[in-house]
Structures are given as C-alpha cells and as structure tokens.
C-alpha cells in the first residue's frame, strides 16, 4: 500500500487567514468496534452495570479514538478533502484487542494488541497539522497507543477493586478496519455529529490473528 504524499492546497492557508475569525470547533477521527469487537465490549459493559452499578462508572463512547484536533469549522470541506485523499488509499487492516489495561485519564479500556498497522494512515494524515496550525488551530493530536475505553471515571472508593476484577477477566476479540468516521463536537458531551464516514480501501486476502 502507498500513501501519495500530496500536499494540501497552497492557497488553503491563504484563504483561511483572510479575515475568518470563528471559534475553533473539536473534532476526532475514530474507529467504531464491529463484530466480535462490539459484542464483547457491550457484554463487558453490561456485566460493570449489572455488578457494580451506574454510580460508580461513567462509560465511554464505544470507540478507538485515532487523532483529536481542532478546526475553524469554514475549514471543514478542504479538511475533508484531504482527510479522503489519505483515507481512501490506505488499506484497510485487522487489529486485535486483547486483555484491559489502566492509565491516568483512561481509567478502564481494552488494549489493542499493536497499533503499528494504524501507522500508514496517521502518517498521511500528518501533514495537515501544517494548515491546521497556520490558521491558530492546534496540530492533529495522535493516540500512539489505541484502547477501546470501557469506563472514562471510576468512583475512587472502588476504583481498586473496579480494576482487580478486570484484572482477573479477559477479552480477546479482533475485528477489520475498514472505515474511519470524522466526528465534529461544538458544545459538549452529548453534542457529536458525524460529518462522514471514510472507507478504507478492500485489502484482499488479509490474515487475523490466530488464537
């Protein structure tokens, strides 16, 4: 697979410097579980609600957030152009999640095995942090690691024990990548709009993981 290494237009910058002064808005570019992925997750996200209740977690979006970044939103259809010029020519790839981990800020999610096959398309996409900077935007943020996030907060007075349970329980699921979703978010938590959904080349003959 190869990537073109084209460069966003040149008059972008140019265009968007003369005299646009909207508030930035927040976007993510995001693979949503499918399959046997989304099937674990929701039974693994049933079984938090039924032992331990809806007080103690506050639960994420089923989602492996790629990049975060945001844009003045009269950019959004040259971003989107380009955001298909680098998704459309990558080829679509099998990840494996496997057993959950913990961090600061992502208190419960499922580990991704190895994100290296998401490097491809987090390099094409690298190149528009330029335009996104010289119009006062922050740069595309990338997750170098990927999760699927079970649970964002976990109550500290049970948060230990929240963990050892995970700890002792597994998860083994894999899936295809084969679209990434653009997802713009204006005003809050329950405020996202997906603005399109972006289609990964077929990869044929591709070989998951054996178990």
């Known amino acids: 697979m190869t990537v073109q290494q084209s460069s966003p237009d040149s008059n972008a910058n140019r ?7 909207a508030a930035a808005m927040e976007y993510r570019l995001v693979i949503q579980p499918s399959g ?3 099937r674990n997750w929701s039974e693994e996200s049933e079984y938090a609600r039924n032992y331990y209740g809806t007080k103690e ?18 950019m959004e259809e040259l971003l989107l152009k380009w ?32 994100s290296t096959p998401f490097r491809p398309l987090m390099y094409g996409l690298k190149m528009l942090s330029g335009v996104l900077e010289d119009n006062g935007c922050t ?16 109550n500290k007075s049970t948060e230990l024990e929240i963990l050892l349970d995970y700890s002792g329980r597994s998860f083994r699921a894999e899936m295809e990548v084969n679209e990434v979703l653009l997802i713009k978010n204006d005003s809050g938590a329950n405020s996202d709009k997906t603005v399109s959904r972006l289609k990964l080349l077929p990869a044929e003959n591709t070989k998951l993981f054996a178990v």
């Open 15 to 21: 265009y968007y410097n003369q005299g646009v002064r």
């Open 36 to 38: 046997e992925v989304c």
């Open 57 to 74: 977690f506050r639960f994420s979006r089923p989602e492996i957030v790629v990049a975060r970044f945001e844009a003045k939103e009269e």
């Open 83 to 114: 955001f298909r010029n680098v998704i459309c020519q990558t080829a679509s790839f099998p990840v494996l999640l496997n057993n959950y981990g913990s961090m600061p800020g992502f208190p419960l999610f499922v580990r991704v095995q190895d």
């Open 139 to 154: 740069g595309i943020r990338f997750f170098q690691s990927m999760r699927l996030p079970i649970a964002d907060h976990i």
